[in-house]
Structure formats: structure tokens, C-alpha cells
């Protein structure tokens, strides 16, 4: 568990502000990935990277960006928060250099709340 | 296109009860089919995966390719096993996991 963090793990901000959440691993893995949870939606892609600085969109990538400057940090950006971005957000990685592995490795979330 | 359905969003079932949670898949290839748990305020975990064959915490499940499911069972519930249960689908050999909407079981004592 301890290859994968997320920070912040909790934040408050307000509608119109932009919003940056880190995802750090210590695995050397490949790919990762940013979802978000919500009720009745489960686990959605927002966006993936499959190496530095290559990135790609998910299933619900509108209004939000993402950087990957070095294989062990992934970062999504919300430019201009709003209130239907109020989620819990993981981060997951997978393919650890060399090898083709589907199974992906979960952060522990960040909460995050629009106001 | 790849999609995951679970159709229960909640389950609740009686300690000792024997507990199957639903996942059907749409896939037209070969696909790879997980299982993630998590629990309450925990991250998410790899529960188990059909190409591994193995039975974790007393859960198993079987690929169905006719039917195209991928059902969580476990004859005997514990009140730890309390938890959002997601289904996962990836095709052969690519990378990306579809998730379903999850199914949160409650075990009663």
C-alpha cells in the first residue's frame, strides 16, 4: 500500500478554482490512471498515462488535464472546479516496466468537495 | 464496446448465508475478469481474478463465457466481508479496466 499515495487526501475549494491532485508511486509501474467514485456510477476513467509525458482521455475527461513529467508522479488538474467534480478520487497503477499486467494497484483516495 | 453491468447496486443477506453477487460482461474478444473489494473508507484491492483460479477469503468465481458472466460467490457470509464489491473487465492483453457500478453488500448478524 505504501507505493501509492495521493495528496491532498481531503480538500475543500470553491466553485471556479483550480484544483491539482498528486498521485506518487514507488513502483515503477507504467501505467496510471486517475477515476473518480461516485453512487451509482462506480469507478469512471477520467484519464491514464502508458509512460512520461503520454497521456491519454478516459470515459469522463471533460474538465480535467493531467501531467506526467516522470514515471513516478501522475497529476490531475480541475482548471476551474465545479460542483459536479465533488468526488472521491483514486489514483491506480499497473505494468510494472517490462511486463503486460492488467491487474492495477489503487491509492487511497482523495475526497474532494466543491463548494 | 466493453461494458460491465451489475445489476444490484445493494445486497444484504444473513450471517452463514451463502452470498453471490451478479457481473455480466459485453465483450466481443477474449476478456480478462477481476474482482475488487473495498472497504469502508479503505482503498480498493484485487479480490481475485479468473485467470488465477484461486479462492480468496472463501470467494470464488467462474468465467462463464456463454453466458457472459462472472459471478462472486461464497457459501457461508462473515459480517467482515461487509464491503463495495467491483466487477472489472480488461481485453487480452491490453491495460485499461472497465469497472461496473459496484454492489455493496451488508452482511447481517
Known amino acids: 500500500d505504501a507505493g501509492i499515495t495521493q495528496s491532498p487526501r481531503h480538500k475543500v475549494t470553491e466553485t471556479g478554482t483550480p484544483v491539482t491532485l498528486r498521485c506518487h508511486q514507488t513502483e515503477n509501474h507504467r501505467y496510471m490512471y486517475w477515476y473518480r467514485q461516485d453512487p451509482g456510477h462506480g469507478l469512471r476513467l477520467i484519464h491514464y498515462s502508458y509512460g512520461v509525458k503520454d497521456t491519454d482521455k478516459g470515459e469522463v475527461s471533460d474538465g480535467y488535464s493531467v501531467s506526467r513529467s516522470k514515471t513516478e508522479d501522475f497529476l490531475l488538474t480541475l482548471e476551474s472546479a465545479t460542483s459536479s467534480q465533488t468526488s472521491v478520487y483514486f489514483c491506480?497503477?499497473?505494468?510494472?516496466?517490462?511486463?503486460?499486467?492488467?491487474?492495477?494497484?489503487f491509492g487511497p483516495g482523495t475526497r474532494l468537495t466543491v463548494t | 464496446a466493453q461494458r460491465v453491468t451489475q445489476p444490484e447496486k445493494l445486497l444484504s443477506v444473513f450471517k452463514g448465508a451463502p452470498v453471490e453477487l451478479k457481473c455480466n460482461y459485453s465483450y466481443s474478444g477474449s476478456p480478462e475478469l477481476f474482482w475488487y473489494v473495498q472497504y469502508s473508507r479503505q482503498r480498493l484491492q484485487l479480490l481475485l481474478r479468473h485467470i488465477s483460479r484461486e479462492s480468496i477469503k472463501g470467494f470464488t468465481a467462474d468465467l462463464n463465457k456463454g453466458e457472459t458472466s462472472f459471478h462472486l460467490k461464497k457459501p457461508f457470509a462473515q459480517e467482515e466481508d461487509s464491503a463495495m464489491y467491483y466487477c472489472a473487465l480488461s481485453g487480452l492483453g491490453a491495460q485499461k479496466l472497465v469497472f461496473g457500478q459496484g454492489t455493496r453488500l451488508t452482511i447481517n448478524p
Open positions: 491506480a497503477i499497473s505494468g510494472r516496466t517490462g511486463q503486460g499486467d492488467a491487474e492495477q494497484y
